[in-house]
């Protein structure tokens, strides 16, 4: 059985539609400081966590390299579901809340993460440890710091560990059409952190506290900068706006039309999903299934209608 990070020629020729969706997804979308990603070593990305699946996707869609990524451990129990993870190159990740005993496991999960690093794969993991939809960081978590100082043992004498901070803002939180701004920080060399520590740190648990006040505060001013940076609401004068809806809307009934089973298959979905912060990633994954096997067709009805309602959201 081949490794996760891996190449798979199904999943490097479905990427580029994926990305290209994702992006389809949103009216707005941009990356800013993708200059600050090393070339020269082993990259772990840190960005904050508030849109489940998004979150990914938008740290996938920095570059065209493969990534690797870790989620919780318990949506892995179901066997078929580990194995399409798996495909998807994410492995799982236990945190305290699970118990002591499933933390243990998460020595596999961390010899993998540096294996992967180990073969020029980046890596990513959303530190704080779960999502929550908020302009704010929560406390991060050890596991980061424990993977980039385990790589940098095994390999840092000949390939540098960085960890890149990364800071992501949505227009909103809780519906896809939207605007999204990527920040990419300067990245923490952790070999060249450690060994000018050398000399003053007398255990690891201290090279980790010291980590984690840095990646905090550069965390902090990356989403800092992704909120200052986000495009705004971008609506329309109501002059404008107003007229233009009711010349629109005879076009707006054809694409609420042409894509009836859309809305009405994921209106059914939003009502199963609890968690508001899961909706952009289900709609998201709905939508590509979706558009694929109706060949694009409704597309851009649908994104008519999108920016439709969302004239009249920010309007309200």
């Known amino acids: 059985m081949g490794k996760i990070q891996d190449k798979d020629r199904l999943y490097s020729f479905l990427r580029p539609y994926v990305d290209w969706m994702f992006r389809r997804s949103y009216r707005s979308f941009r990356y800013i400081g993708k200059e600050h990603i090393p070339a020269d070593g082993a990259v772990i990305y840190a960005p904050n966590h508030t849109n489940a699946l998004c979150d990914a996707m938008c740290v996938l869609g920095i ?15 179901d066997p078929k579901k580990a194995k399409i993870l798996n495909w998807l190159k994410i492995m799982p990740i236990s945190r305290v809340r699970d118990g002591l005993e499933e933390v243990r496991h998460n020595d596999e999960t961390m010899h993998k ?41 095994n390999f840092g004498e000949t390939k540098p560990v960085y960890i890149v901070p990364v800071g992501i803002a949505y227009g909103d939180y809780f519906h896809l059409w939207n605007s999204v701004t990527v920040t990419i920080g300067e990245p923490m060399n952790v070999t060249e952190f450690v060994q000018s520590r050398l000399s003053f740190v007398d255990s690891r648990a201290q090279l980790i506290m010291e980590l984690r006040e840095i990646l905090t505060e550069r965390m902090k001013e990356q989403i800092a900068k992704s909120e200052a940076l986000r ?38 979905i939003q009502k199963k999903v609890q968690d508001p912060a899961f909706h952009n990633s289900v709609q998201y994954v709905w939508q590509l ?13 649908w994104m008519f209608v999108q920016e439709y309602l969302y004239q009249l959201r920010v309007e309200s």
């Open 113 to 153: 993460a540096v294996e992967t690093l180990h073969d020029g794969v980046p890596f990513c993991i959303f530190a704080e440890g779960t999502h929550h939809p908020d302009r704010s960081l929560l406390p991060l978590s050890k596991g980061i710091f424990r993977i980039a100082l385990q790589a940098n043992e």
């Open 231 to 268: 495009e705004k609401s971008g609506k329309l004068p109501r002059w404008i706006a107003y007229p233009l809806a009711v010349l629109l809307f005879p076009l707006f009934v054809v694409s609420a039309l042409m894509t009836i089973p859309l809305w009405g298959m994921w209106l059914w």
């Open 289 to 301: 299934v979706f558009m694929t096997l109706t060949l694009l067709i409704p597309l851009p009805f």
């Open 63 to 77: 570059d065209h390299q493969q990534k690797v990524f870790v989620a919780r451990a318990d949506i892995f129990r």
